[in-house]
């Protein structure tokens, strides 16, 4: 009776969690009379991809399509992992494996950037990213998304590195392999499921901000999905058909991206957990 109690739970805290996406996946297919009706039905009754095409193959602002602000997330997000991830695990095996003078001073200083509101670091960062001449720039979302995921990429990652035994890196220096060729060939397969969990973390962090994008960046042709979607609501009337439209387009590449690299997101959590 416990077990089925439990299960219970679990399915409906799955189907609390998952109902939103369903609504607005449903509410995507439905046409306009359907969605405004008095009587919402949780099924379309007569489905149609009407929204989809306008947000495709229409112009939410004139001269930009839907794909461009696609792409302009794409590249924010992507870089922003790719280099989250290489300076967390460097950093993480400096902390690791060496000793050295403010090393614990370091490790609690990533805890208590994490503490401080994302708010009230606005204006600082608009300031620094006007001086440094990369206001109205996509690089300058990177470099803060950046500096967002690093601390908790770090303190991650820092666990698996610290899990990997010394020995197997005494053993390959013994056989002749070079510091690089041990970090790449005997340290990053085994931290591999680390950076999976902590890719995730900056992907979502640079692919669903909106604050700092919308501040950092006023030229219409370099804002990013979560800016565009902004667009879709009016002073006075909202067309909910293309904003879910537009919603499930902008969730799918954060739910295929978790599908595919689900399983070592688990094992990298587990482990990062208990190791270290």
């Given at each position: ?7 219970a739970a ?5 189907l609390?969690?998952a109902f939103?996406v369903?609504?607005m ?7 306009s ?12 009754t007569?489905?149609?991809l ?5 947000i495709l193959?229409?112009?939410l ?5 839907f794909?461009?602000f696609?792409?302009?997330?794409a590249?924010v997000a992507i870089?922003?992992v790719?280099?989250?991830?290489l300076?967390a ?5 400096a902390v690791?494996?060496f ?15 994490q503490?401080?509101?994302l708010e ?8 620094m990213?006007q ?6 720039t996509l690089?300058?979302?990177i ?8 601390p908790f990429?770090v303190w991650?990652l820092?666990?698996?590195v610290?899990a990997?035994?010394?020995?197997l ?8 392999a070079?510091r690089a060729?041990?970090?790449r060939?005997?340290l ?5 499921p680390?950076?999976?969990?902590t890719?995730i973390?900056s992907?979502i962090t640079?692919w669903?901000?909106?604050?700092f994008a919308?501040t950092f960046?006023?030229d219409?042709g370099?804002y990013?999905l ?9 002073r006075?009337?909202t067309n ?6 537009a919603s499930?387009l902008f969730t ?13 997101m688990?094992s990298?959590?587990v ?6």
């Open positions: 009776m416990k077990k089925v109690a439990l299960n679990g399915l409906l805290v799955a609390f969690a939103p369903y609504w996946i449903s509410t995507s297919l439905k046409p009379n359907e969605i405004f009706s008095a009587t919402p039905q949780p099924v379309p007569h489905p149609t009407a929204h989809y095409r306008e193959t229409g112009n602002i004139p001269g930009v399509s794909f461009d696609f792409v302009n997330s590249l870089s922003t790719v280099l989250s991830g300076v695990l460097l950093a993480a095996t690791a494996r000793r050295f003078r403010l090393r614990t001073s370091f490790l609690i200083m990533l805890l208590v950037v503490m401080i509101p009230a670091l606005v204006i600082p960062l608009f300031l990213i001086r440094l001449g990369l206001y109205n690089p300058s979302l470099l803060t998304y950046l500096g967002f995921s690093l990429a991650m820092r666990g698996f610290a990997v035994p010394k020995e890196e005494e053993a390959a220096a013994i056989d002749g070079s060729q041990t970090f060939r005997i990053l397969p085994l931290v591999a680390g950076l999976v969990a890719s973390f992907f640079a669903n901000e909106l604050i919308l960046i006023n219409q370099s990013t979560p800016v565009a979607m902004t667009f879709f609501f009016g006075d009337d909910w058909g293309p904003v879910m439209a499930t799918l590449p954060v739910i295929i991206f978790f599908l595919l690299v689900q399983r070592r688990v990298g959590l482990a990062g957990a208990v190791k270290g």
